[in-house]
């Protein structure tokens, strides 16, 4: 484990380029509300919430942070933070309801309307095409486990490409596929909560396919230079120790958590250890001729979200190394890291270590930091204000993490904060709160905490050095 030797806020900024882009990101989900508004239909997650005991207390997205309504005020917040990107996901059943056919005229108007709002405020649109919200359509004909949601999401983005490319000069395809395949169709956790591993995996592959279609496709319609990425949740697998067990749970962590993205992405070609895995498994990818080219189309930056990073014994509480089914143990083990409300360990070292491997393995991308921030549990003053000294003091040790990458080499152009504010956590709906701006969701007031005046005094000192 490197140790991260940038420290004090003068070090951090000192250690950060020039023209590093400083900015908060949210997804539509999570903060627009509106959900029956204008045309939207329903997404997966508009269904899922709706499973009895799937969401904590019951929560949904129908209202949110109202962002739909509010979204003048809300880029005006940004702008008085001194942020100078913003990146925001388009909601798909808001943009092409039912997932088919031409494109929602009240819907892509939401967007055309925060583009130019952005745009006024100086700060620059970053457009996620998909954070999570299938059209439920789809996922009623298969979902990502089957090879046209490929397609179909190749054709919604070329609707909101067409529409603002004009003025949106940073495209990220997909949101961490990781979280669509295993969370959603393997796990659970998230929509649709499906538990079916060789689908869950099928997701991957067509996920990723989805990707290379929109990207080849974005970047032939593209009236002008745009960039282009993908953002993945990766983090650093530690083994717990360097006997072959704990090696092997580590790699194979790593393998399904990170290299079975980046490898096809980047090298054309799914890791052979993944394969192998899988195959053992009785699992297949459902790889077709042309796929691994299109997958492998080049582009212009890696979205990096990161949170926390493990380490993996592949020893089971009682010394067996193989499971009933005879598979291989990989399970995680407390690194005694202090945690966040989320009860993720905080590890800005993994951080500094994942960046620092990417740059080594897949070199020439740019990365920027499109998510990184903490949920701890928050208590406001009558006025609203959050003295947030748990997440500022994340905030400060991540962003050495990253000027620490940067001095060992890596090409890191920005960091994006998780989250603009506090809003709907999936499945812990509304109990765990991200934001650097408080929201009081009774009356929908937003207070900047602590930790966004400290990101604002950031970006500024860091510009005017
Ligand atoms: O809130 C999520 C976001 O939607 C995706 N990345 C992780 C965040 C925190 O869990």
Known sequence: MSTTSVSGDAELIAGLPAGFRWGVATSAYQIEGAVAVDGRTPSIWDTYCRVPGAIDNGDTGDIACDHYHRMPADVALIKDLGLDTYRFSVAWPRVQPRGKGPVNPAGIAFYDRLVDEL?????????????????????????????????????????????????????TTLNEPWCSAMLGYAYGAHAPGRREYPAALAAVHHLLLGHGLATVRMREAAPRKVDIGITLNVATAYPASSSEPDVEAARHAD???????????????????????????????????????????PIDVLGVNYYFSQKFTGYAEDGRTVDDAGQPISRTIPLDKPRTAMDWEIVPEGFTDLLVSIARDYPGLPMVITENGSA???????????????????????????????????????????????????????AKRFGIIRVDYETQARTPKQSALYLKDLAQRHRGQ
């Open 119 to 171: 745009l006024v405020h100086g700060i620059d649109p970053w457009v996620t095409l998909y954070h999570w919200d299938l059209p439920q359509e789809l996922e009623d004909t298969g979902g990502w486990p089957v090879r046209d949601t490929a397609y179909r999401f190749a054709d919604y983005s070329m609707l909101v490409f067409d529409a603002l490319s004009d003025r949106v000069d940073t495209w």
């Open 255 to 297: 393998g399904m958590g990170r290299r079975i993205y980046l490898d096809p992405l980047v090298h054309g070609h799914y890791p052979a250890d993944v394969v192998a895995d899988l195959a053992a498994e009785g699992v297949e990818l459902p790889v077709e001729d042309g796929d691994l080219e299109l997958i492998s189309a």
């Open 376 to 430: 701890f549990e928050d208590h406001a003053d009558a006025s609203g204000f959050v003295a947030d000294t748990d997440r500022t003091a994340y905030f400060t040790s991540h962003l050495a993490a990253v000027a620490e990458a940067i001095r060992q080499g890596a090409d890191i152009r920005g960091y994006l904060a998780w989250s603009l504010m506090d809003n709907f956590e999936w499945a812990y709906g509304y």
